[in-house]
């Protein structure tokens, strides 16, 4: 509930935005992603600020909290907020390393075709990314690739769900059961995506998620941990901030190495500082409440945007997600055909020229990219369609803000240049 002054000044607020960000223009640019919020994610975040809340506080336990339930977590399990995608796949393993689930040296499975710090945190904490191929159909990890790539030093499997296309998680989940390794969900493109029923991030012994601005919900910055293991809680929350000894309830605290000493300075671990600021949490808490509605919108495009692309099939297709899926979709993907008469670069750089944005998937092939190869991991496999991956497919934007103008630009961008062809 707002206070009655703030009420006042909400719909002038409203007003101006709405003015700042016009959806309707005529040839408005067809970006890749846009934070959808108004104002009252606004409101939000600006209570917080009146309040003199600024650092990690009682909205991001809301946060957290709110999230856990949308997953339909089990109640013993944890979410710990932090200030990106990166930092939750960071803490992730750091404590998993920590509470010794992990050690270093161990190796983990991951798709060759992802983004960066999917595994660059990996190198950080002394663990050996085993990269493995993606399958052409979905762009995501290939169960029969992951089979082939398990040794005697694997000991976890870090998926990802592709532009919020689920990975095929029974057969994932079956070879690690059978193989007792733990299974890691990045959901960082996947807010809101069901496999067979349920939320991705549900399904694996942890999960993470982005709250980066181009993500279907957005804090600006921003990220999450999800972990069914309820004892690893404490520690998640501890490497979050600075290694802090968490649990103790009162003030002082007798330590052994210390003596009697305030407990907030008692440092059991080596942490980092990743906290999620309350106003950042304070917009998520709304954002939220939009997930299932904004993805809507996002999968009613990725239809017509299939229907555009669908007239030029010899040359470009996308995706099509299995029957048992809901994609969350992050980005509406394109795999150009290599045979056609335009390449990849080509396409995007005529479609950037209808003032349509484009990417690749993300870091193409991980263990190619400069700042990686020459360090330690293995290659499973050769990896042929994760570089076919990389050398032909993009992404461009799906989500809510776009509109007819946005369809019917693209519609002629492809039609100026295939139907030349
Ligand atoms: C699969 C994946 N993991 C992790 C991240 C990192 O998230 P952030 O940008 O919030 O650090 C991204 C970023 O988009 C991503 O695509």
């Known amino acids: 509930m707002l206070k009655p002054r703030l009420e006042k000044i909400k719909s002038l607020i409203s007003e101006e935005f709405n003015e700042r960000h016009d959806f309707s223009l005529k040839n408005p640019k067809h970006t890749v992603?846009?934070?959808l919020y108004d104002e009252n994610e606004i409101f939000s975040a600006l209570d917080c600020l009146l309040d003199l809340r600024l650092s990690q506080g009682d909205n991001v336990k809301?946060?957290?909290?709110?999230?856990?339930e949308y997953l339909k977590l089990p109640a013993d399990s944890s979410a710990i907020a932090v200030n990106s995608g990166s930092s939750a796949n960071l803490v992730a393993f750091a404590s998993l390393i920590d509470f010794e689930k992990l050690s270093m040296g161990d190796e983990v499975?991951?798709?060759?075709?992802?983004?960066?710090?999917?595994?660059s945190i990996l190198y950080q904490l002394g663990l050996v990314p085993v990269y493995v191929d993606s399958e052409l159909e979905t762009w995501n990890l290939d169960p029969k690739a992951i089979e082939s790539a398990i040794s005697k030093k694997t000991r976890a499997i870090m998926v990802v769900h592709n532009l919020g296309i689920p990975a095929q998680m029974d057969e994932i989940m079956e070879i690690a059961s059978k193989n007792n390794l733990l299974v890691i969900e990045d959901c960082c493109e996947a807010h809101g995506s069901y496999y067979r029923g349920k939320?991705?991030?549900?399904?694996?012994?942890?999960a993470t998620l982005s709250f980066f601005v181009a993500h279907n919900i957005t804090t600006g910055e921003g990220g999450m941990i999800f972990c069914k293991d309820k004892t690893l809680t404490n520690k998640l929350r501890s490497v979050r901030e600075f290694g802090r000894a968490i649990d103790y309830k009162d003030r002082y605290h007798f330590s052994p190495s210390l003596g009697e000493y305030d407990s907030r300075y008692i440092f059991e671990t080596l942490g980092y500082n990743v906290r999620?600021?309350?106003?950042?949490?304070?917009?998520?808490?709304?954002?939220?409440q939009k997930?299932?509605?904004?993805?809507?919108?996002?999968?009613?495009?990725a239809k017509i945007?299939?229907?555009?692309?669908?007239?030029?099939?010899?040359?470009?297709?996308?995706i099509n997600p299995s029957e048992d899926t809901i994609p969350g979709y992050y980005g509406f993907p394109i795999y150009v055909n290599p045979n056609g008469p335009l390449n990849r670069n080509d396409l995007c750089k005529h479609l950037e020229k209808f003032n349509i944005e484009t990417r690749p998937n993300m870091g193409g092939c991980l263990p190619d990219q400069p700042g990686f190869k020459d360090?330690?991991?293995?290659?499973?496999?050769?990896?042929?369609?994760?570089?076919?991956?990389?050398?032909?497919?993009?992404f461009i934007g799906i989500h809510s803000g776009l509109n007819q103008a946005n369809f019917e630009n693209f519609a002629k961008a492809l039609k100026s240049i295939y139907c030349k062809v």
Do not use: C
């Open 199 to 206: 939320q991705v991030g549900s399904i694996g012994d942890m």
């Open 33 to 35: 992603g846009w934070p």
């Open 375 to 394: 360090r330690k991991h293995v290659v499973s496999g050769k990896l042929k369609n994760s570089r076919l991956i990389r050398e032909n497919a993009m």
């Open 305 to 318: 945007l299939t229907s555009i692309i669908s007239e030029y099939s010899d040359f470009l297709s996308t």
């Open 291 to 301: 997930l299932e509605t904004l993805n809507k919108t996002r999968r009613a495009n």
């Open 276 to 288: 999620m600021t309350d106003f950042a949490a304070a917009m998520g808490l709304v954002q939220l």
């Open 109 to 119: 499975i991951v798709p060759a075709s992802t983004f960066a710090t999917v595994s």
């Open 62 to 68: 809301k946060f957290e909290k709110a999230y856990k």
